[in-house]
């Protein structure tokens, strides 16, 4: 069972920038496709963005094309999520995921281990 810890969030205003990370507790990790999902107040979780384990298949929520970045070192065991220009909406506890398929995409229920989270704030 793999286990994945995020960090990165925090307050920032709009137009800053933030880079959450996920860290997996297994080196096996490195084989996972890894996603990242956002969850709102009184909001369903969403998807956000994914890649798979060599770095490809690269998927992105529309809401974040052009301003998010999902990369990974496999050699660390960690996802990263780079956000520029962020905007209010943005404003959502960010978790990490990993699935043991190699497209698993936008799809939360191909993800079988879930972060606990960590919170970002957009202030107007």
């Known amino acids: 069972q793999v286990q994945l810890v995020e960090s990165g969030g925090g307050l920032v205003q709009t137009g800053g920038s933030l880079r959450l990370s996920c860290e997996a507790s297994s080196g096996t990790a490195r084989r996972y496709t890894m996603g990242w999902f956002r969850q709102a107040p009184g909001k369903e979780r969403e998807f956000v963005a994914s890649l798979n384990w060599i770095g490809s298949g690269i998927y992105y929520a529309d809401s974040v094309k052009g301003r998010f970045t999902i990369s990974r070192d496999n050699a660390k065991n960690t996802v990263f999520l780079q956000m520029n220009s962020l905007k209010p909406e943005d404003t959502a506890v960010y978790c990490c995921?990993?699935?043991?398929?190699?497209?698993?995409?936008?799809?939360?229920?191909?993800?079988?281990?879930w972060g606990q989270g960590t919170e970002v704030t957009v202030s107007s």
């Open positions: 995921a990993a699935s043991s398929l190699f497209t698993a995409g936008r799809d939360r229920r191909n993800y079988f281990a």
